[in-house]
């Protein structure tokens, strides 16, 4: 009798001490996923375009203090969806999973919000956060129309029937993994809620702005800029589980991390996009490389460690946009052309 072979975890939980947790409310197109450690990792963020929502954020940049965070947060709702940081830190606080200062707990996170289809619907709740933090567990992180994914669409620059139906396609929660070797692995989960369309390591379009007599209009067609929706964001959390010493490399590894969104979305980091990139570290492992490695990381290129580190990062962040799209689901919308936000699995080779 053989085995199964078991399914290798490409999410973020792959990481030992971590924990995802979606709240989904598919009727209201919202939801908030949250990324609990165990203990404070070390947090770097980096942020693009002109309109990024964040909490606690600013500790996170060089020259501030206070670095390490016990979880991060993605939310719907535009800038209501940061009232779910105050159910999640209470949550925290009720189960005793933060630091303590003096007889208080003071639970530090930080997190990032989406201007997600759901703010057609109805006000946000923050309770969601509470929701996402107690569903939380270290088993792989389900993708696609759950949590901070499950209103959030791509390709919004032009609407279609003279600007008055959405041309976007759904997109949603991804993850992806890169095995570097020696036991070092780089997990990315990316909320994907894009103003430009997600385009294909061959240049052509997966899913995107759609169009009335071709599959896709891309942005250089557009001399109208007609959008309702004035905020759209990809979100990028990247979990790796080696210790590069200095905040300074982890912001280094962030801004390389960006470049997979740059690979994968056009246009992107425009001045109505939010777009933002969170990487941490478990920090289990403290050496990347084989006998090999001496003849590289030298003086003269004292960080060849971490441009290993943030270049697979990269890799992980366009990989996850991706899976994003592939695990979406077509979702009704009124509004939408066809009465539709159609998932790529629908859309391909359909007239939708």
């Given at each position: 009798?053989?085995?199964?072979?078991?399914?290798?975890?490409?999410?973020?939980?792959?990481?030992?001490?971590?924990?995802?947790?979606?709240?989904t409310?598919?009727?209201?197109?919202?939801?908030?996923?949250v990324?609990?450690?165990?203990?404070?990792?070390?947090?770097?963020?980096?942020?693009?375009?002109?309109?990024?929502?964040?909490?606690?954020?600013?500790?996170l940049?060089n020259?501030?203090?206070?670095?390490?965070?016990?979880?991060?947060?993605?939310a719907?709702?535009?800038?209501?969806?940061?009232?779910?940081?105050?159910?999640?830190?209470?949550?925290?606080?009720?189960?005793?999973?933060?630091?303590?200062?003096?007889?208080?707990?003071?639970?530090?996170?930080?997190?990032?919000?989406?201007?997600?289809?759901?703010?057609?619907?109805?006000?946000?709740?923050?309770?969601?956060g509470?929701?996402?933090?107690?569903?939380?567990s270290?088993?792989?992180?389900?993708?696609?129309?759950?949590?901070?994914?499950?209103?959030?669409?791509?390709?919004?620059?032009?609407?279609?029937?003279?600007?008055?139906?959405?041309?976007?396609?759904?997109?949603?929660?991804?993850?992806?993994?890169?095995?570097?070797?020696?036991?070092?692995?780089?997990?990315?989960?990316?909320?994907?809620?894009?103003?430009?369309?997600?385009?294909?390591?061959?240049?052509?379009?997966?899913?995107?702005?759609?169009?009335?007599?071709?599959?896709?209009?891309?942005?250089?067609?557009?001399?109208?800029?007609?959008?309702?929706?004035?905020?759209?964001?990809?979100?990028?959390?990247?979990?790796?589980?080696?210790?590069?010493?200095?905040?300074?490399?982890?912001?280094?590894?962030?801004?390389?991390?960006?470049?997979?969104?740059?690979?994968?979305?056009?246009?992107?980091?425009?001045?109505?996009?939010?777009?933002?990139?969170?990487?941490?570290?478990?920090?289990?492992?403290?050496?990347?490389f084989?006998?090999?490695?001496?003849?590289?990381?030298?003086?003269?290129?004292?960080?060849?460690?971490?441009?290993?580190?943030?270049?697979?990062?990269?890799?992980?962040?366009?990989?996850?946009?991706?899976?994003?799209?592939?695990?979406?689901?077509?979702?009704?919308?009124?509004?939408?052309?066809?009465?539709?936000?159609?998932?790529?699995?629908?859309?391909?080779?359909?007239?939708?």
């Open positions: 009798m053989y085995m199964k072979k078991r399914r290798e975890n490409n999410t973020l939980t792959a990481l030992s001490g971590i924990k995802v947790g979606h709240s409310h598919l009727d209201k197109l919202t939801g908030c996923t990324v609990v450690f165990d203990k404070p990792y070390p947090v770097a963020y980096k942020a693009y375009g002109g309109a990024p929502g964040t909490f606690n954020t600013d500790l940049r020259g501030s203090s206070f670095y390490k965070r016990w979880g991060l947060f993605v719907g709702g535009s800038l209501t969806g940061l009232m779910s940081a105050s159910e999640i830190m209470k949550s925290m606080i009720e189960k005793g999973t933060s630091s303590r200062n003096a007889n208080i707990i003071n639970p530090s996170i930080s997190g990032a919000i989406v201007f997600d289809l759901g703010t057609r619907i109805e006000q946000f709740n923050a309770i969601y509470r929701e996402a933090f107690n569903h939380a270290n088993e792989p992180v389900a993708n696609g129309n759950v949590g901070a994914g499950t209103g959030t669409a791509v390709g919004k620059f032009q609407y279609l029937e003279e600007g008055t139906k959405s041309g976007a396609m759904k997109a949603g929660v991804g993850s992806a993994r890169i095995n570097i070797g020696n036991h070092i692995i780089v997990c990315a989960l990316s909320v994907v809620n894009a103003l430009g369309n997600v385009v294909k390591p061959d240049g052509t379009i997966l899913v995107g702005n759609r169009d009335e007599q071709k599959k896709f209009k891309t942005f250089d067609d557009t001399t109208d800029f007609v959008t309702s929706d004035k905020m759209n964001t990809t979100i990028s959390i990247v979990g790796i589980n080696i210790d590069l010493k200095s905040r300074e490399n982890y912001e280094r590894v962030a801004h390389l991390a960006s470049h997979g969104q740059v690979r994968a979305i056009n246009p992107v980091h425009t001045s109505i996009d939010g777009d933002v990139v969170f990487v941490f570290s478990t920090e289990e492992k403290s050496f990347l084989n006998q090999y490695g001496k003849y590289f990381e030298t003086p003269d290129w004292s960080h060849f460690s971490v441009d290993i580190i943030g270049n697979a990062a990269a890799k992980a962040v366009q990989d996850s946009i991706y899976h994003a799209c592939y695990e979406a689901e077509t979702i009704p919308f009124e509004g939408a052309y066809n009465g539709i936000i159609p998932a790529v699995k629908d859309y391909l080779g359909r007239n939708i």
